[in-house]
């Protein structure tokens, strides 16, 4: 199979995200007349993306930007004639991503911050505004705002009140793809950070996603005898995770940018073996010696919580439920936001 080539101007063509080949980014005139004319460039095409035009559409490789077809496929007249698969050569994991923050840095960016290495490192490289989100007194408005002032990175916080999270519950639930407590409470972060961004006039929030599954960051990876098929798992839920943030981004035309998920250091990281990911009992050690070098260690070696306990928003949501008569099921009280 192949892509058929363009003959005249398009009837359609449309560009969602951004686009690179082996590290140089491409604006929109330049995919467009790539792909018009020289169509068997696509599969090289690294970023995040969707481009649509007379019958066909492309997207990235991991499936970050929302589309109709498949991750990493491209798509004419409903079938499946290449697949994207960029290959811009093998990295140390430290030049991945600062390559990989890089290229998704730019005026129509910020930075979601909560002070662990994750955010940390891709704010500190970006250098961009970032904005923090929590309940009033939550850990994480506390560590962000401790960890910006120690990369010297302008910072907004946002306070969240209960209310808040109860209106953002009716938004956020119809829009998910699983409902769940852990699910939901995630979700309702990313709907602040989004909700930020969009009024502060930002169409892509960089943010620290996938770092947890690349890299061992969760409890389960101290004690896991095989750590390499675990990651594997992990990582291939990251697809829905994405599916996730991105629609609740898109209530307020704001899209989720993450460079952890780059090509370039998903090669670097699943190189490393699962063995070395936890050292001495301290989870992503990769990462974290790498941060070392651009972020106080203090801030590196910090062991944060998930974003929807620090934030305080699953304790919100939990304590809605009560308020609503669902003492001991949260999941009975999310459901209810479904089927309006």
Request: negative net charge; contains cysteine; charged residues 25%.
């Amino acid at each position: 199979m192949h892509i058929p080539k363009q003959e005249g101007d398009f009837t359609v063509f449309h560009i969602r995200g951004w686009a690179e080949i082996e590290g140089i980014r491409l604006n929109n005139m330049e995919i467009e007349g790539l792909v018009s004319g020289k169509p068997q460039e696509i599969p090289r095409l690294g970023g995040e993306f969707l481009i649509t035009w007379d019958g066909c559409c492309a997207r990235d490789r991991y499936g970050i930007m929302p589309g109709d077809c498949e991750p990493g496929t491209v798509n004419c007249n409903g079938e499946v004639v290449c697949y994207i698969r960029p290959d811009p050569g093998d990295m140390d994991l430290e030049s991945a991503i600062v390559t990989a923050v890089a290229l998704r840095t730019d005026e129509d960016c910020a930075c979601a911050l909560s002070g662990g290495v994750d955010s940390s490192l891709v704010a500190a490289l970006a250098g961009r505004p970032c904005v923090a989100i929590g309940m009033v007194g939550s850990h994480d408005l506390r560590q962000a705002r401790r960890a910006a002032d120690l990369l010297g990175v302008p910072c907004d916080y946002e306070l969240i009140s209960t209310r808040d999270v109860e209106e953002a519950l009716g938004e956020v639930v119809p829009k998910i793809p699983v409902i769940n407590p852990v699910e939901v409470s995630i979700a309702v972060c990313q709907y602040f950070v989004s909700r930020w961004a969009g009024r502060h006039g930002y169409h892509r929030v960089l943010a620290g996603q996938g770092a947890d599954e690349l890299f061992g960051g969760y409890a389960r990876y101290q004690e896991e005898k095989d750590p390499d098929s675990l990651r594997e798992r992990d990582v291939a839920s990251l697809g829905l995770q994405a599916e996730r943030d991105q629609s609740v981004a898109a209530l307020h035309n704001v899209c989720f940018s993450l460079p952890y998920l780059d090509v370039r250091v998903v090669r670097a990281a699943m190189a490393i073996p699962g063995s070395s990911l936890v050292r001495s009992g301290v989870r992503k050690y990769p990462l974290r010696e790498v941060a070392g070098r651009h972020i106080p260690l203090e801030i590196a070696m910090y062991d944060k919580k998930a974003m929807q306990y620090g934030s305080g928003i699953w304790k919100a949501i939990r304590e809605l439920a009560r308020q609503n008569g669902y003492k001991k099921a949260v999941q009975d009280y999310i459901n209810q936001f479904g089927w309006r």
